[in-house]
């Protein structure tokens, strides 16, 4: 009876595993095609906007609810009146504040800057909502959830094409509605799994929160912080490049991280400690096997496609390929030790892993800048070379511990 209960149990892991998997890889059909369908569609400078946004989205979006949606993997939450007012109104501030940023440095026009304050507002709800599920064992909802982005986006590009739209207001309140609406529709189902147990956290729990921020933001961040520095050092057309690049080359690798996140830390919190090493390296064998097959087939393939799907606009070199396949497996990396700190690191693991992220956005930047000399390319292995030294440091300390209580 033991041997078939433990052989369920790992049927059950690997089942979850690779419903994981196949859900973020048709989140990554589904954004790769939306934002190919608009690189096709809208003038250059337009597209270069529409990514600034969604970049935007994609890091603010998880930032929103202030770590308060990472509690749920730390304990039980009540998902009440008040933690709604709580999200919403700090998805309004900070959606607020990004858009009049975006507007007023970024160079988005007033009404795509409100509109991604929107999308912003709705995405931290679904970003909360998602966890929320996860931590109730409801892995379905959450993965629709967690992936609703990537096909709102494949609807706002499908309308561009549909109806020849010129300009990226109208794809981006599409994608804004979207967001909105799967919040809406994530809280109800978060509302459904209540229990009478549940409870508010207490204070040294809400303390946890700033902690667990710092690792989403950082995380968030090390993601999307390419896209941040381009229109500095080099400009939008080139910003539309790399939406084009991220999409075809970069976006398959951040699917990868994202599943590491997403399957890695639960199964790392309900593993022996004896098993947390195994745990590990289970996950990361197959994986390696996926990034060696992946960029093969990139660098053979990604300046085909690229130039097919965009109608020959955007013209994508192997050289680049490559490089933005190098940047993608750093944030694979990347994702590792915040999963294992995440589910066996001591609040002080927290912080210094925080500290260590800190130190490799930096040197990612600085790299970055650097590395810009010599066009996107040398921006792009600039940012990864940067940001390589500090994931050696937290995956060491990360490995460490999963021995330890």
């Not at 919403?88 to 940023?101: D, K, P, Q, R």
């Not at 497996?329 to 927290?350: E, I, N, Q």
Request: glycine residues 14%; positive net charge.
């Amino acid at each position: 009876m033991t041997a078939v209960g433990a052989s369920a149990r790992a049927t059950n892991k690997a089942a979850s595993s690779l419903f994981a998997a196949l859900g973020f890889g048709l989140s990554g059909a589904g954004f790769t095609l939306g934002m190919l369908l608009l690189a096709r569609e809208l003038p250059v400078e337009a597209y270069g906007r529409f990514t600034l946004a969604v970049a935007l989205f994609n890091i603010f979006g998880l930032l929103t609810p202030l770590g308060v949606d990472q509690l749920f993997l730390r304990g039980p939450m009540r998902a009440g009146k008040g933690l709604l007012a709580f999200l919403i109104l700090s998805g309004l501030v900070v959606g607020g504040l990004v858009g009049v940023a975006a507007g007023l440095l970024g160079g988005l026009h007033p009404v795509e800057a409100w509109l991604t304050a929107l999308a912003i507002a709705g995405g931290g709800l679904v970003a909360a909502t998602s966890t929320g599920l996860r931590a109730r064992a409801v892995p379905g909802a959450s993965m629709l959830l967690a992936i609703s982005a990537s096909f709102v986006l494949l609807l706002a590009g499908t309308a561009a094409v549909a109806f020849g739209l010129k300009d990226g207001t109208a794809p981006l309140a599409i994608f804004a509605a979207g967001n909105i609406v799967f919040g809406a529709i994530g809280w109800g189902l978060l509302r459904r799994r209540a229990k009478d147990g549940d409870a508010v956290h207490p204070a040294r729990r809400w303390r946890e929160a700033g902690s667990m921020l710092g690792l989403v933001a950082l995380g968030t961040v090390s993601l999307q912080v390419e896209r941040i520095i381009i229109p500095i050092p080099l400009d939008l057309k080139e910003l539309a490049l790399f939406g084009v690049l991220a999409s075809v080359a970069i976006f398959p690798f951040r699917l990868l991280a994202s599943g590491v996140g997403f399957t890695l830390a639960p199964r790392l919190i309900g593993a022996q400690r004896a098993r947390r090493q195994a745990v590990v390296l289970a996950e990361a064998r197959p994986l390696l096997a996926v990034i060696v097959a992946a960029t093969a087939g990139l660098v053979a393939c990604g300046p085909w496609i690229a130039a097919m799907v965009t109608g020959g606009l955007y013209a994508i070199g192997p050289a680049l390929i490559l490089a933005a396949c190098a940047n993608g497996v750093g944030k694979v990396a990347m994702a590792f030790p915040r999963a294992m700190l995440t589910a066996a690191g001591s609040p002080a693991d927290l912080v210094l892993l925080n500290g260590w992220g800190v130190v490799g956005l930096a040197l990612t930047v600085c790299g970055a800048l650097a590395g810009a000399a010599c066009g996107i390319t040398g921006l792009l292995w600039g940012a990864t070379l940067g940001g390589a030294i500090p994931t050696l440091f937290t995956l060491h300390l990360a490995w460490r511990r999963l021995g330890k209580d």
